[in-house]
T-cell receptor
């Protein structure tokens, strides 16, 4: 079974702190994604990466950056945490096959971040 | 631009009754559609997908979805609901021009009462 593991289930951070959310997948997937989930808004894509050291902005990248130094690990960084970044953060991965269109993504369990 | 919409924030069903969770899509070209389920305090689990072929797609936990091209819909269905089906359900579509990223609807909360 594919396993996507997020390092923390719950985090509480102070405004202005630099925050690191870590995600590791064990299926050698090329694609990795970071989403943010808020009630009534569904999941919104923050960043994604299709290869080591490669990254692209999603729909809401402001205030975030990412790092992918190894294929299995994709980190989300909040440069200076703010209260409006309080949310559930979900990491996902997927394999590249037939142009990416027919492959499902596998999700981690989520990190609920509270910024106070 | 590819997008999906889930018109109902919440669906309430009695146990044993059939359930439908609605999803409509807007895509240019062939649609690649997915359903996911999220149980409380958990990540998303893949249920099923439509790529091509039969309009009725069968997935996990007894769920199925009906693809309707003329109505641009991809509704999730189950013939007999269980209390354990209570969860948050997301419809998603892949974007053609952005490496196949998943774009999600806002989610529908399904509540199945005994």
């Amino acid at each position: 079974d594919v396993k996507v593991t997020q390092s923390s289930r719950y985090l509480v951070k102070r405004t202005g702190e630099k925050v690191f959310l870590e995600c590791v997948q064990d299926m050698d997937h090329e694609n990795m994604f970071w989403y943010r989930q808020d009630p009534g808004l569904g999941l919104r894509l923050i960043y994604f990466s299709y290869d080591v050291k490669m990254k692209e902005k999603g729909d809401i990248p402001e205030g975030y950056s990412v790092s992918r130094e190894k294929k299995e690990r994709f980190s989300l960084i909040l440069e200076s945490a703010s209260t409006n970044q309080t949310s559930m953060y979900l990491c996902a991965s997927s394999v590249v096959r037939l142009g990416n269109m027919n492959t499902e993504a596998f999700f981690g369990q989520g990190t609920r971040l509270t910024v106070v | 631009a590819q997008s999906v919409a889930q018109p109902e924030d919440q669906v309430n069903v009695a146990e044993g009754n059939p359930l439908t969770v609605k999803c409509t899509y807007s895509v240019s070209g062939n649609p690649y559609l997915f359903w996911y389920v999220q149980y409380p305090n958990r990540g998303l689990q893949f249920l099923l997908k439509y790529i091509t072929g039969d309009n009725l797609v069968k997935g996990s936990y007894g769920f199925e979805a009906e693809f309707n091209k003329s109505q641009t819909s991809f509704h999730l269905k189950k013939p007999s609901a269980l209390v354990s089906d209570s969860a948050l359900y997301f419809c998603a579509v892949k974007r053609w021009n952005q490496g196949g990223k998943l774009i999600f609807g806002q989610g529908t909360e399904l509540s199945v009462k005994p």
